[in-house]
């Protein structure tokens, strides 16, 4: 098993910037690829980023790419998103997943976190 817990949500403006984390423990963090997703209210979730095992890969939703970046720590067992020029739009509850396999497929990600709201205001 895999446990994820995200961190940093939180409540701002239009145009500025925040990080999110998500820390994992359980099994050898490096044994996973990482992905973040989100759910706005109403609407089903979408892929946000994933980053593979080693980092060496990455993979946007277009409409995040240029503004997020997702990054990871072996040593720190952790996943992180920064996101910057955030929007009115990409407000929703952002969730952390974890698989073996580095996919930007929903369904394909075995473990998930309880995900963290993210509102931004315009």
């Known amino acids: 098993q895999v446990q994820l817990v995200e961190s940093g949500g939180g409540l701002v403006q239009a145009g500025v910037s925040l990080r999110l984390d998500c820390a994992a423990s359980g099994r050898t963090f490096s044994n996973y690829a990482m992905a973040w997703f989100r759910q706005a209210p109403g609407k089903d979730r979408e892929f946000v980023a994933a980053i593979s095992r080693s980092g060496a890969y990455t993979d946007y939703a277009d409409s995040v790419k240029g503004r997020f970046t997702i990054s990871r720590d072996n040593a720190k067992n952790t996943v992180y998103l920064q996101m910057n020029s955030l929007k009115p739009e990409d407000t929703a509850v952002y969730y952390c997943?974890?698989?073996?396999?580095?996919?930007?497929?929903?369904?394909?990600?075995?473990?998930w976190g309880q995900g963290t709201q993210v509102t931004v205001s315009s």
């Open positions: 997943a974890a698989d073996t396999k580095f996919t930007t497929r929903e369904y394909e990600y075995e473990y």
